[in-house]
């Protein structure tokens, strides 16, 4: 029974395009959403998070949308640049600190 | 700043065996948290730790697995004894304080294999 699903389990754009990564929720009490880029042999690390009093978030070449209604959650990157090419994982959090990963999606640029 | 240190990086044992797993944290971070990743489960959390008290170790597979944090600057995740299934990539994070919100930052992970 999983929570969390990114039903992609790879992507591949072109360099300069958007990238839009998705993750879809069953839980409507998660509170607090995230994004963490993983390169191999490497642990995950943070990229964006949002709230769920946002609806969007920004940073860079990374937004965050939110859809509670639809319990989806996307990441678009644009430009899409070679060293984004990594795997994603979307993260949700409810109440305490567990946080619930999605099983992630392999991000590929190509040039 | 140094990150969170994991090692050993890479475990080979054979089933049976006593295996320990070991994390430094990054200075000054309250929360530390030990995580697997296996292609069938994906990341999933095994236990955290606020101020080195275990606060939710419901992730913990079977009473093999134990965690400790000793103090605020290790912690040792250990399985015995170990079983093939164990196979996987164990990860520990900290975050800076115990506010869900923080950012938790991962170590490189450890690669355990058993045989």
């Known amino acids: 029974d999983q929570q969390v699903k990114q039903n992609s389990p790879s992507l591949s754009v072109q360099e300069g395009r958007i990238s839009i990564l998705n993750c879809d929720y069953t839980?409507?009490?998660?509170?607090?959403f995230l994004w963490y880029k993983k390169y191999p042999a490497e642990g995950p690390t943070f990229l964006i998070s949002?709230?769920?009093?946002?609806d969007k978030n920004e940073d860079g070449r990374f937004t965050v949308f939110l859809n509670k209604s639809a319990k989806h959650l996307s990441l678009h990157i644009v430009p899409s640049q070679p060293g984004d090419s990594a795997v994603y994982f979307c993260?949700?959090?409810?109440?305490?600190?567990?946080?619930?990963f999605g099983q992630g999606t392999r991000l590929t640029i190509n040039p | 700043d140094a990150g969170v240190i994991q090692s050993p990086r890479h475990e080979v044992t054979e089933m049976g065996q006593e295996v320990t797993l070991r994390c430094k944290p990054i200075?000054?971070?309250?929360?530390l948290f030990w995580y697997r990743q296996t292609m069938m489960r994906g990341l999933e959390l095994l236990i955290y730790?606020?101020?080195?008290?275990?606060?939710?170790d419901s992730g913990m597979p079977e009473d093999r697995f134990s965690a400790k944090m000793p103090n605020a600057s290790f912690s040792t995740l250990k399985i015995q004894p170990s079983e093939p299934r164990d196979s996987a990539v164990y990860f520990c994070?900290?975050?800076?304080?115990?506010?869900?919100?923080?950012?938790?930052?991962f170590g490189d992970g450890t690669r355990l294999s058993i045989l």
């Open positions: 730790f606020n101020n080195n008290v275990p606060i939710d």
């Open positions: 993260a949700l959090i409810q109440g305490a600190q567990k946080l619930v």
């Open positions: 839980n409507s009490m998660f509170d607090y």
């Open positions: 200075s000054g971070h309250n929360s």
């Open positions: 949002i709230s769920s009093i946002k």
């Open positions: 994070a900290s975050s800076p304080r115990t506010d869900s919100r923080q950012p938790q930052h």
